[in-house]
């Protein structure tokens, strides 16, 4: 099965940028569809970006669509999610996901997950 550890995080004023990457082993990475989640202090996980195996289809929340851009090395073993404008809203821990079948928005359907990496947004 895989295994997910994502980095990245950090703090940044708002309007700037951050890029997460989330490093994949002990599985074919190539072989999962792959999604970015974040969750908010008091708030439910809730689903940012998601792309499918080959990385040519793309998902994007309506609070991210234009500002952010899911993409996926597959000779690295690696998920980015880039980030542009940063709002304070956009303040998380942001983790991502894998599956081998599953490339929605849902969150319970998502089999693997990493241990996140927090954004913070200062205003």
């Known amino acids: 099965q895989v295994q997910l550890v994502e980095s990245g995080g950090g703090l940044v004023q708002a309007g700037g940028s951050l890029r997460l990457s989330c490093a994949a082993s002990g599985g074919a990475f190539s072989l999962y569809h792959m999604g970015w989640f974040r969750q908010a202090p008091g708030k439910e996980r809730e689903f940012v970006a998601r792309i499918a195996r080959s990385g040519g289809n793309t998902l994007y929340a309506d609070s991210v669509k234009g500002r952010f851009t899911i993409s996926r090395d597959n000779a690295k073993n690696t998920l980015y999610l880039q980030m542009n404008s940063l709002k304070p809203e956009d303040t998380a821990v942001y983790y991502c996901?894998?599956?081998?079948?599953?490339?929605?928005?849902?969150?319970?359907?998502?089999?693997?997950w990493g241990q996140g990496t927090q954004v913070t947004v200062s205003s």
């Open positions: 996901a894998a599956d081998p079948s599953y490339y929605g928005s849902a969150v319970y359907e998502y089999d693997y």
